[in-house]
């Protein structure tokens, strides 16, 4: 059966006291949005649209990078979660199915706890996603009787019986798309903030006739982020599960509390990872690669038995094919690297492709930007680049080629030829004695005079 997404992402995010909308502040460096929309995503979803209001544009563009598929809404003004949950109904008039709504806000929801609510539907109308609240705060409150739940009670609307229950609504909440907005439309405001509250679905529900479930999922779940400290502490939940997922699926960690994965990391088994690595979006590790101290990686693939680091920065687009030897102080963007290449220190490459068993001399340049536009520069297999090569792309060294030390290379270089681009030697003899015996008397003639 379809399943549609519906994200909250309105809200303005005060306590956070940023320009930023909220919902774009990082956690494992990925917005929370896109923890939000990545939780969705295993569903499938056939449709997935997101409410914005504050920070609108920004919001809808960080979506849009997410998933081009996702639509946007813009809620203004903000009237409350059901208000919300109305503003997507145009863009859904041709969804069938179940709809799912999520807080943009709230990134550690698991896509089995989704799963497992859509799976609570065969017994429910409206199934809402609930959790057992070490301190339930402010939070609404489930009131149930055996199987059913009988309505969602907002803290500031509650008795103080109610206060007390300890069972708590996660925002989360999942129905059939066209029951969802019948409701909705349904919801009034007349309660204690005079907001639309997307909890009254639960009593509507039941007066027609309806029933209404929970799932309870665990509290870690749930976390929001309202203040930059609770940022920080989705931040550290994050790590210390992911570092213990990494040690469980069988990765070496030297010093697991300094390495920092990001929402996507993929690490394979018996990959050994050095301390104080960051790992940005989009990066793959496969099985026995070892990634060595003080690494920072984002939007690259590093394959079986390549080596990296220490002190390597690997950036978008830089793709490590089998037993690629990364040094210290490389940085690589947008490069393909074959099958055995080795890069061993202080080298930047940047739009090339290197061959395999190609080695790149420590120093190594490739000048990809003339100020205006990048270029690629290409070099073949079992090629070797003198140290200090600068190569001004764009520009092609052949298989088995060679450069010399410190050439600035902005001709093509054949297969199998050796380019040299720099001036030649001439030794001088004995000028360097007479020059120091120079410098020394005019330094002694300095002393002399003070
Ligand atoms: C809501 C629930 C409460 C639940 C709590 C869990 C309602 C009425 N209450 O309360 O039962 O325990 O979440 O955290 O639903 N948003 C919009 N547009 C709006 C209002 C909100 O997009 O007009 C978004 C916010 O950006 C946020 C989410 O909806 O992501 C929840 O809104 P928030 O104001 O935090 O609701 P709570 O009062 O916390
Ligand atoms: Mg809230």
Do not use: W
Request: proline share 4%; with cysteine; charged share 20%.
């Amino acid at each position: 059966m379809p399943v549609s997404l519906i994200v909250l992402a309105a809200g303005m995010g005060t306590r956070m006291n940023s320009e930023l909308p909220k919902v774009l502040h990082c956690v494992a460096a990925s917005p929370m949005l896109h923890h939000a929309l990545n939780a969705g995503r295993s569903l499938e979803p056939s449709h997935i649209v997101v409410v914005t209001g504050h920070g609108a544009a920004a919001v809808a563009k960080s979506a849009l990078a997410f998933d081009e598929a996702a639509q946007t809404v813009v809620q203004d003004p903000q009237l409350g979660t059901a208000h919300a949950v109305a503003q997507a109904a145009p863009l859904l008039a041709n969804a069938t199915g179940d709809a799912i709504v999520l807080y943009g806000d709230t990134p550690f929801i698991r896509p089995e706890t989704l799963q497992s609510m859509i799976e609570a539907r065969a017994q429910h109308a409206v199934v809402i996603l609930g959790f057992e609240a070490r301190d339930p705060g402010r939070y609404g409150r489930l009131v149930v009787k055996g199987d059913e739940l009988q309505r969602i009670v907002e803290f500031k609307d509650a008795t103080e019986a109610e206060r007390k229950i300890t069972l708590c609504n996660s925002g989360v909440i999942c129905a059939d798309v066209k029951t969802l907005f019948e409701l909705v439309a349904l919801i009034g405001n007349d309660n204690a903030s005079g907001e639309y509250y997307l909890t009254d679905i639960v009593g509507l529900a039941r007066a027609h006739g309806l029933s209404a479930g929970v799932v309870i999922c665990d509290e870690a779940e749930t976390l929001g982020v309202n203040t930059r400290a609770q940022l920080a502490e989705a931040e550290a939940a994050f790590q210390s599960r992911a570092r213990a997922e990494a040690l469980e699926n069988g990765v070496t960690l030297t010093a697991p509390d300094t390495v920092f994965f990001g929402m996507d990391t993929y690490v394979g088994r018996d990959t050994i990872i050095g301390p104080n690595v960051f790992f940005g979006p989009g990066v793959t590790v496969e099985s026995e690669a070892e990634i060595k101290a003080f690494c920072h990686l984002e939007g690259c693939h590093i394959s079986r038995g390549a080596s990296v680091g220490p002190f390597a920065r690997l950036r978008p687009g830089a793709e490590l094919a089998e037993d690629v030897h990364v040094g210290n102080f490389v940085e690589i963007k947008n490069s393909i690297l074959d099958e055995g290449v080795k890069v061993g220190h202080l080298t930047y490459l940047g739009d090339a492709h290197i061959g395999e068993f190609t080695n790149i001399g420590a120093g190594t340049v490739t000048c990809n930007y003339d100020g205006v536009m990048k270029h690629k520069t290409t070099i073949g297999k079992r090629a070797f680049i003198g140290s200090d090569t600068m190569l001004v792309a764009p520009v092609t060294v052949g298989d088995d080629a060679m450069t010399g030390s410190g050439s600035v290379i902005t001709e093509n270089v054949p297969a199998g030829a050796i380019a040299i681009a720099r001036a030649r030697q001439a030794n001088k003899p004995g000028l360097a004695i007479k020059f120091f015996e120079k410098l020394r008397a005019v330094k002694a003639a300095k002393a002399k005079g003070q």
